[in-house]
């Protein structure tokens, strides 16, 4: 979770005319947030219809320790 691909993506919304946006560094892979650690964010409690990344990734990712998901 490096805070200067934050600031780039932030930087390519907003030369793309969307600058009304809110990036959140968050670990989606291994921790799972409830219902009023969404709320309080101000995040859908059912989750989300689009999940946009940009390749490449860097880094390592133990697999033991994503977060399963159903649905």
Known sequence: MDPQTV???TMNLTLRGLDRVSILRRDALTRSLDRAAKAELGLPVTGFDVILANPPFSGRLDGEVVV???G
């Open 68 to 70: 399963r998901r159903s």
């Open 7 to 9: 600031h780039l993506a």
